[in-house]
Structures are given as structure tokens and as C-alpha cells.
């Protein structure tokens, strides 16, 4: 169950994403970076969905759905605080 709620917080938005933008040629872009975080708050969303989804099914499930979920969130504030770092060194807005 943890990894399914892995897997879906590494969702379809998140992953195709990334996977272009690191592929164009063209190097990732401040904006590129911007729109990886957005795809990935739509994921997060999802996530959030399916823990709850999965509260209904089962208590069990649903816990381990939670804490997936909220383990992502840790690592999310420090990738969050890490690429903000980044950003300034180019001059760029931070991810808000």
C-alpha cells in the first residue's frame, strides 16, 4: 500500500513532465521548473484523493495511504527549499 501511495504521488503529471523537459535539448529552464511544480501539486491532489478513498476501503489501508502521502510532503518541502536555492543563484523567482 506504501508504495502504491508512492506511486501516486510520483504521478502521470509529475513524471511526464520532467521526463520532456529533460530531454528538449534546451537544459531545464526556471519556467520548465515552475511547471513541474505545478504538475506536481495536481499529483499531490490526486494523492490526497486516493488516501482518503482508501480510509473508506479499509482503516489499514487508509493509514498507510496517509503516511505515504505525508512522507512525500516532508520530502516535497525539502526539494521545495533546495530547488528556491537554485532559483535565486539564476536569478528567478522562488516556487511559491
Given at each position: 500500500?506504501?508504495?502504491?501511495?508512492?506511486?501516486?504521488?510520483?504521478?502521470?503529471?509529475?513524471?511526464?513532465?520532467?521526463?520532456?523537459?529533460?530531454?528538449?535539448?534546451?537544459?531545464?529552464?526556471?519556467?520548465?521548473?515552475?511547471?513541474?511544480?505545478?504538475?506536481?501539486?495536481?499529483?499531490?491532489?490526486?494523492?490526497?484523493?486516493?488516501?482518503?478513498?482508501?480510509?473508506?476501503?479499509?482503516?489499514?489501508?487508509?493509514?498507510?495511504?496517509?503516511m505515504g502521502v505525508q512522507t512525500a510532503a516532508r520530502y516535497y518541502d525539502q526539494i521545495k527549499a533546495t530547488t528556491n536555492v537554485a532559483l535565486a543563484v539564476?536569478?528567478?523567482?522562488?516556487?511559491?
Open positions: 500500500m506504501l508504495l502504491m501511495a508512492v506511486a501516486a504521488l510520483a504521478g502521470c503529471q509529475t513524471s511526464s513532465y520532467v521526463s520532456s523537459a529533460a530531454t528538449d535539448g534546451d537544459g531545464v529552464t526556471c519556467g520548465e521548473i515552475y511547471q513541474a511544480f505545478s504538475a506536481y501539486q495536481q499529483d499531490r491532489q490526486s494523492a490526497g484523493a486516493w488516501a482518503q478513498l482508501g480510509q473508506l476501503i479499509s482503516p489499514t489501508a487508509g493509514n498507510y495511504a496517509d539564476r536569478g528567478c523567482q522562488p516556487v511559491q
